[in-house]
């Protein structure tokens, strides 16, 4: 007992069990449980490496049992690739962290399920790139999903001979599931588009009966080259890409509102960042342009922090629009001095 309370490890497991129970819990180890969550991870995996995305739904998940701590974890990584790759839902970020900071414990079946998940949730959505993905991408890919992934990564950061060469290796032992060929569709058409620079917006169409999945892949394609299409300053070409993302929930509904100039539509939102944005377009063709800009410094910038790079992008074109509008130069290096504190925090 004084080992106990001075911290120290002990091995009695039963000493450990009687702890548990008081606090109404228990680790417990079951044959029966653990055949059954074999089952469930060779059901996923075939699902999506070799199947197709709506036999997801045939897939019965094991029993939770809330009080035992053993199988815990599992519970809420199946639970979390489930919902992903059926309603291509993105869990809080405390539970993608807690993922990755647990990734040794993700059973070799999942890794390739889970890899797929954690590139497209930073890809797809702007506010996870700050989740950390050394652990995840730490090591040789093999499986065809994760060549996939890391050609994914590749081509957003425009390494295109790398990605090819990923790609290459992916069609010698490509994936059978449909889920993996749309995927790779949507590698190649990224990939072509940036590199052939093409004088017309690619037109992106996203069907309400797709799965969501699917619809998912397709708004971070729009989304993904409108940015590029900002960042080299073809405007037009960003009008196209984030007006096909006006209907959408956020993030992507408010960013198209942002670019396209009009109201965001969507749902109520969650994120105060993203509020202060959608207050800032309500109030848009009400206030004069110095009224804007002020509201822009105090209201809008004042809510971001490092982690909000891809925001800061639209704020910066935005705040140097009104700058050239009301010659309110000064603005512009309150807005510079603004942005390195932001960067120190």
């Known amino acids: 007992m004084r080992k106990l309370e001075t911290g120290k490890d002990i ?10 129970l008081k606090l109404g819990k ?3 180890y079951s044959p029966t449980k653990e055949n059954d969550y074999l089952a469930c991870f060779s059901s996923l995996n075939a699902c999506i490496t070799s199947g197709n995305l709506a036999a997801m739904l045939k897939i019965n998940l094991p029993v939770i049992s809330p009080t035992n701590l053993l199988y815990d974890f599992y519970d809420r990584l199946l639970m979390t690739l489930y919902r992903f790759y059926t309603l291509a839902e993105f869990p809080p970020i405390d539970r993608m962290n807690e993922i990755s900071e647990l990734w040794f414990c993700v059973p070799t079946l999942l890794r390739p399920l889970a890899t797929v998940f954690f590139v497209l949730a930073k890809s797809a959505h702007p506010f996870y790139d700050r989740i950390n993905l050394d652990s995840i991408l730490d090591h040789y890919p093999v499986h065809p999903l994760e060549l996939l992934s890391f050609a994914l ?13 990923l790609r290459k290796r992916y069609g010698e032992i490509e994936c059978e599931g449909e889920f993996a060929r749309f995927l790779v569709h949507q590698i190649d058409i990224y990939t072509s588009v940036l590199r052939q620079n093409a004088r017309h917006p690619l037109r992106i169409v996203i069907a309400n009966d797709l799965h969501p999945l699917f619809q998912l892949v397709l708004r971070s394609l729009a989304f993904h080259l409108g940015r ?10 960003a009008l196209v890409y984030f007006s096909v993302l006006e209907e959408c929930s956020e993030p992507y509904g408010v960013f198209a509102a942002w670019i396209v100039k009009k109201p965001y539509r969507g749902p109520d939102l969650q994120n105060p960042k993203l509020q202060s944005m959608v207050v800032y377009l309500k109030s848009n063709l009400s206030l004069l342009p110095d009224e804007r800009l002020a509201m822009l410094m105090k209201q809008v910038l004042a809510h971001m922090d490092q982690h909000d790079a891809f925001l800061s992008i639209f704020v910066r074109y935005e705040i140097l629009a009104l700058v050239g509008l009301t010659h309110r130069y000064k603005t512009a290096y309150d807005y510079l001095r603004m942005t390195q504190i932001i960067d120190k925090r």
């Open 153 to 165: 990564i590749a081509a957003e950061k425009e390494r295109f001979t790398v990605a090819q060469l």
């Open 26 to 28: 228990k680790y417990a």
């Open 228 to 237: 590029h299409a900002i960042d080299t300053h073809a405007f037009q070409k």
């Open 11 to 20: 091995q009695e497991e039963e000493l450990y069990r009687f702890f548990l």
